[in-house]
Nanobody, 116 residues
Framework: QVQLVESGGGLVQAGGSLRLSCAASGSLFNFNAMGWYRQAPGKERELVASTTSGGTTNYADSVKGRFTISRDNAKNTVYLQMNSLKPEDTAVYYC??????????WGQGTQVTVSS
């Protein structure tokens, strides 16, 4: 059973920074891709950033230049560094892992609130 445990959310003022962490229960090499999604109230869940086992990264246009996804394979952990946060970044952020059979696993979510 794959477990993903997120941490690092919280309340921050606009312009501030937060770093989210996602600790996986097994090796990150078991997964084709790891990513962060977010869901704001009344909106659909959207991809924020992703990284593949080969090191390719992808970002939503709305976060390019502000957010950085990274991975520490030794710690089985994926990070999302969020800088220059805006009120519209407020959402529940979910860690996602997709294996080579295209099965998705999700963390429980962590709340990020950016005040103006």
């Amino acid at each position: 059973q794959v477990q993903l445990v997120e941490s690092g959310g919280g309340l921050v003022q606009a312009g501030g920074s937060l770093r989210l962490s996602c600790a996986a229960s097994g090796s990150l090499f078991n997964f084709n891709a790891m990513g962060w999604y977010r869901q704001a109230p009344g909106k659909e869940r959207e991809l924020v950033a992703s990284t593949t086992s080969g090191g390719t990264t992808n970002y939503a246009d709305s976060v390019k230049g502000r957010f950085t996804i990274s991975r520490d394979n030794a710690k089985n952990t994926v990070y999302l560094q969020m800088n220059s946060l805006k009120p519209e970044d407020t959402a529940v952020y979910y860690c996602n892992a997709r294996n080579f059979y295209m099965l998705d696993y999700w963390g429980q979510g962590t709340q990020v609130t950016v005040s103006s």
